[in-house]
């Protein structure tokens, strides 16, 4: 048994977007709020990745098949 281990983002992509759109009005304000923006839009990505390790039975069988394409959506 072969594992395949991924990272998928589990969190809201609204907030995440709201949160990168607001990085040009941020840096004509104040250099500071950027920066916190930033480690807080850091942090967030941080918590909210998680790690998925799957156990499957031929993993280099499902390789082959995921660079030709069967497995992408």
Do not use: H
Not at 25 to 34: E, K, N, R
């Amino acid at each position: 048994m072969g594992k395949i281990v991924r990272y998928e983002f589990i969190g809201n992509r609204t907030f995440l977007a709201a949160q990168t759109l607001l990085f040009p009005i941020v840096a004509f304000f104040s250099p500071w709020i950027l920066t916190a923006l930033v480690i807080n839009l850091l942090v967030y990505l941080l918590l909210t990745i998680v790690k998925v390790e799957e156990e499957i039975e031929r993993p280099n069988e499902f390789i082959e098949g995921f660079k030709e394409g069967r497995f992408r959506k």
